[in-house]
């Protein structure tokens, strides 16, 4: 790999560290068949090796999410009739 690239900049008035849009993603990728052979191998590579790494990667809940899982768990069963009310208002009845 050749290990060179420019770092996305982060906004430095809140010191939010940076991210890529969608909308900037797809402006790279469009840009892709333009690369000289071995640096879309390359890309192809990587992201083959993302995808992998994405698809057997176990889901880490956050604290939060542990938390209300563990509420939901203490809490009573909803019975026939709430079930019903919940999917009316949802409009899904």
Do not use: C, N
């Not at 909308?23 to 640096?39: G, N, Y």
């Not at 994405?54 to 768990?73: K, M, V």
């Not at 009739?81 to 009845?93: D, H």
Request: hydrophobic share 40%.
């Amino acid at each position: 790999m050749h290990g060179r690239h420019r770092p996305l900049a982060g906004d430095e008035r809140t010191g939010q560290e940076a991210g890529m849009t969608k909308d900037q993603i797809k402006v790279v990728l469009e840009r892709v068949p333009i690369w000289p052979d071995d640096r879309r191998r390359e890309l192809v590579e990587v992201a083959l090796e993302i995808e992998a790494d994405l698809a057997s990667a176990e889901y880490d809940a956050t604290p939060d999410e542990l938390a209300a899982i563990d509420e939901g768990l203490a809490g009573e069963t909803a019975g026939e009739a709430e079930v019903k009310a919940a999917f009316a208002l949802l409009g899904k009845a």
